[in-house]
């Protein structure tokens, strides 16, 4: 019977589906970090008392990439190239959502719209991230090998997605509102098709190295357009509605050190 977790298991069990999936969220969670670390450093005057929260929010990252890597070097893997249809990343930023790679290399300070921009693409990604960890923590939460990184990772993503709704609801108050809105509902539309189609790319990277028969494939990207059709139809909102988290000022300490794994 296919489930996630069936899924995931047999991706676990099996060391180049297992290197491939780390090395993905590897690449993508170090991507995060820089992106993260370059907003920080050009936070505009205004919103100064953002930039350390920020920074924080990147430095989880990086962490998060560490870990992935962590986890292949226990098993005696290396990472391996990241295949371009699967960077959501990169994929996000080809469709214009976020922040241009190429405004953050340059030096001159961001501007208010742009942290706007950042954090409703945070809350909207976050939300994709929290949404998919807490999955794999009913599943794998306990498992000796990867529980350990996966509760981590899952606690720091609650509180990213904490972070965006308050900032984001704070910002709304001073008169952002319209702008918010507008702006989540592009992330959202934009976010869950390129979720579809890395979720294709994955899943047939998975099924070449796993063997799968053409009808578990062909059930699974079924599955991936079920899915992408529910959000389609408004699943999508749940990325987009702003409520002031029970955690406050989530991000407003410093980062927990990454597990050793030995």
């Not at 899924?7 to 970090?33: K, P, V, W, Y």
């Amino acid at each position: 019977m296919l489930s996630a977790k069936s899924l995931f298991q047999e991706i676990l069990d099996n060391d180049e589906s297992f290197r491939l999936f780390c090395s993905i969220a590897a690449s993508g969670e170090t991507q995060g970090g820089w992106e993260n670390g370059r907003i920080s450093a050009l936070v505009p005057p205004e919103q100064h008392e953002l930039a350390p929260k920020i920074a924080r929010h990147g430095a989880d990252e990086d962490k998060h990439g560490r870990i992935f890597n962590a986890l292949l070097k226990k098993r005696g893997l290396t990472p391996v190239p990241v295949p371009a249809e699967t960077d959501y990343t990169m994929l996000l930023e080809r469709h214009g959502i976020g922040l241009a790679h190429e405004r953050l290399r340059a030096e001159r300070p961001l501007t208010e719209q742009d942290i706007v921009t950042y954090l409703s693409h945070s809350r909207v990604t976050e939300q994709r991230a929290a949404d998919q960890m807490v999955m794999l923590v009913r599943y794998f939460g306990d498992h000796p090998e990867v529980g350990r990184a996966i509760r981590m990772i899952s606690n720091d993503e609650d509180n990213h997605l904490a972070y965006c709704h308050e900032e984001l609801l704070r910002l709304a108050y001073a008169g952002h509102g319209r702008t918010i809105q507008r702006v989540l509902r592009e992330c959202a539309l934009a976010e869950i098709r390129v979720y579809r189609d890395v979720s294709l790319a994955v899943m047939a990277h998975m099924g070449r190295i796993l063997g799968w028969p053409k009808a578990k494939s062909a059930a699974l990207t079924a599955g991936i357009h079920g899915v992408y059709a529910y959000e389609r139809a408004g699943g999508w909102r749940r990325m987009v509605s702003l409520a002031m988290p029970e955690r406050r000022d989530a991000l407003g300490g410093p980062t927990a050190p990454a597990p050793e794994f030995a």
